[in-house]
């Protein structure tokens, strides 16, 4: 049956169900919210002191819509009927020739997209090096071997993006039999850049570029948006609908085009990865998500940008609030004050922003071009208050970011966003702004030498990519199920560490981008690095010594 896109076939085979009076004799067992409603006069459930928790009246009408596979309902892994005609109109939607519902989030996504593209054992596959845990478990799934592509990062913020494309070019060209490239885009802070030479180069090499879009899936479906991953030539792209969309939570998709992915093995894979048992809730607001975008298109978002325009009129009245932006003039040199400390790291100037790079750790292609309006980044400008510091004070006024740094809060709006949100989170940051008065005072009042100072010495671990003598991308790391065995394992001093495979990983955070991964080989740069760092006082996740005096390493002859 051909479905119209006003339409939400699986959604309405729902509503049918809910108001056909039908009596369940099979799972789930609360059988339409019957087990809780029965409890609904006192008199026939037990107190338990003061408390008395009962499901509110619309938990229990979502009751009534938590089925199963049945007739009338299809089935996930099978789907023949409505559940078909419902990924068909997302596909059409957002412009892929086949899309699949993802009921365990993006995370289903990428492992299915992982253990599809790596066919046999060993598959070596180009990944961005900052990637979600999610990828890290695919490749430990397939048994595949990583070479780990080392994203740009944006000289203004300091933050990394994704990799530039002689970087990807390089590795393509390094490694020819590789079975895919994987990069994400847009990164958390919805920064972004172009992705079209990006798999025209994978595609010259015959090889297929799949896409982590857990944050763009409203990419493409407005003006003012960035373009999506599918329309710049990605052939496999993920998208959490639930994140930037209005999905349920777990809600996801995955989009496939062109000949580059088996789809009959992808199928294979997400009857793998996806529960038997799928949530028809949550497949339903999939639907409705996408109802929702097919016929309201671009009007989908008219609101949530006035929210954010209003946002940052307002927030231009509070200097002392700075917000993320791209800039275009990447290329400018460092202030003098500047000056490199030992070890290679930029300096900061005395708000602890980063500065420049040099133009030798920079790719000739501009690596951040692109910005999610409906990601409000912003710091304090006057370095009183950290990200963390911010985000608690804000949450004390009532405004729940999405998340934050030891600089940067990210604020996320989105097509539910109204003005009067923006309204209270002007207003919440205004009297911030006043309640730290005296501290700014005495930051702004700060002598130069000091500052200069400070610049000189400040080490950012969000830097820590662009030394110009690390490799652009790793040799093949092998990852696997089998975990590490102490016996193979040695504790060496960090100075000695250099020629060794690590046997932890190593993670300087934030932000939290892998230095090590276990199995890579230790360079003498990356000992470098983490003394450095480590001097500095920088925190790390990942490490058996938390001193970051030694490393844990395999012994000679283990791999």
């Known amino acids: 049956m051909k479905y119209k896109p006003y339409q939400a076939p699986l959604y309405e085979a729902l509503l049918h169900y809910q108001k056909s009076g039908n009596r369940s004799f099979h799972v789930p067992g609360h059988k339409n919210g019957q087990a809780y409603r029965v409890l609904m006069n006192t008199g026939n459930r037990k107190q338990h002191g003061s408390s008395d928790v009962m499901p509110a009246a619309a938990f229990l009408d979502m009751m009534q819509m938590d089925v199963t596979e049945i007739t009338g309902t299809d089935d996930l892994h099978h789907p023949e009927g409505v559940i078909l ?19 365990g989030g993006s995370t289903a996504g990428n492992l299915a997209m992982l253990l599809t593209v790596c066919d046999e054992p060993k598959s070596i596959v180009l990944v961005q090096r900052n990637v979600h845990k999610s990828v890290i478990h695919g490749l430990m799934l397939a048994g595949a071997r990583a070479v780990f592509l080392e994203p740009h990062v944006d000289p203004s913020s300091g933050l990394a993006v994704m990799p530039s494309v002689e970087t990807v070019r390089a590795a393509v060209q390094a490694y020819p039999e590789a079975k895919g490239v994987l990069v994400t885009l847009p990164n958390y802070y919805g920064m972004g850049a172009d992705l079209k030479p990006i798999a025209d180069i994978c595609h010259g090499a015959g090889m297929p570029l799949l896409v982590d879009e857990a944050h763009g899936a409203h990419y493409g479906q407005h003006p003012e948006l960035p373009a999506s991953a599918l329309s710049c030539g990605a052939d496999g792209v993920v998208q959490s609908t ?17 000949p580059l992915l088996n789809r009959s093995l992808l199928r294979q894979r997400l009857a793998m990865v996806q529960s038997s048992s799928p949530s028809y809730p949550v497949m339903a607001s999939l639907d409705l998500a996408r109802r929702l975008l097919h016929v309201q298109g671009a009007d989908t978002f008219t609101a949530g940008l006035a929210a954010v325009d209003a946002f940052k009129r307002g927030l231009a009245e509070l200097p002392r609030f700075q917000l993320l932006q791209p800039v275009q003039a990447l290329q400018q040199e460092p202030p003098a004050e500047a000056e490199p400390a030992d070890g290679g790291n930029k300096a900061a100037d005395a708000s602890r922003r980063p500065t420049a790079p040099p133009a030798a750790a920079m790719p000739s292609a501009v690596g951040y071009t692109a910005q999610d309006p409906f990601k409000a980044v912003i710091y304090d400008g006057a370095g009183v208050l950290s990200g963390y510091g911010l985000q608690q004070q804000l949450e004390a006024y009532g405004c729940v970011p999405e998340m934050s740094d030891e600089r940067y809060v990210v604020l996320l709006f989105s097509l539910g966003s109204t003005r009067s949100d923006a309204e209270h989170l002007l207003q919440a940051l205004e009297r911030i702004s006043q309640a730290n008065e005296n501290e700014l005072r005495q930051s702004l009042n700060e002598s130069s030498t000091q500052a200069a100072k400070k610049a000189v010495h400040y080490i950012s671990t969000w830097n820590n990519l662009l030394d110009p003598s690390v490799d652009s991308f790793s040799e093949p790391i092998v990852f696997s199920l089998q975990p590490i065995s102490e016996k193979d394992t040695a504790k060496v001093e960090l100075e000695d560490c250099a020629g060794y495979r690590s046997a932890e990983m190593i993670i300087p955070y934030p932000p939290g981008i892998p230095l090590l991964y276990a199995g890579e080989r230790i360079s003498p740069a990356a000992v470098k690095r983490i003394q450095l760092l480590r001097d500095e006082g920088a925190r790390f996740h990942g490490a058996a010594d938390d001193t970051l005096r030694s490393l844990k390493v395999m012994k000679e002859g283990q791999s």
């Open 85 to 103: 005609g419902a990924q068909q109109l997302a596909a059409d939607c957002f412009g892929a020739e086949e899309s699949f519902f993802l009921v």
């Open 242 to 258: 639930h994140k930037m969309l209005s999905a349920f939570t777990m809600g996801a998709m995955l989009h496939i085009q062109g």
